[in-house]
Nanobody, 121 residues
């Protein structure tokens, strides 16, 4: 089994910054793509950013130029640096990783528990 633990959420004023972290632990052989999603009240969960095992990144149009996704493979960790935050960024943020596990051998997506980000003055 694999566990993903997120941290770094909180309350921030508009224009401020936050850095989210998500670390995986367990029977990990390797990790393919790592992603951040978010879900605001009354809305569907949406993909915010994605980073492949090779380091290629993709972002939702709404966060391009403000958010940066990165990963530390040695620590099985993905980060989301969020700058110039806006009230519409308020949501629960979830990380997801496509993990190749050793025992049992296989590949599947795992999810973190979510962390609340609130942007308000």
């Amino acid at each position: 089994q694999v566990q993903l633990v997120e941290s770094g959420g909180g309350l921030v004023q508009p224009g401020g910054s936050l850095r989210l972290s998500c670390s995986a632990s367990g029977s990990i052989f390797s990790i393919n793509a790592m992603e951040w999603f978010r879900q605001a009240p009354g809305k569907q969960r949406e993909l915010v950013a994605r980073i492949t095992s090779g380091g290629s990144t993709n972002y939702a149009d709404s966060v391009k130029g403000r958010f940066t996704i990165s990963r530390d493979n040695a620590k099985s960790t993905v980060y989301l640096q969020m700058n110039s935050l806006k009230p519409e960024d308020t949501a629960v943020y979830y990380c997801s990783m496509n993990v190749v596990t050793i025992n049992p051998w296989g590949t599947r997506d795992y999810w973190g528990q979510g962390t609340q980000v609130t942007v308000s003055s």
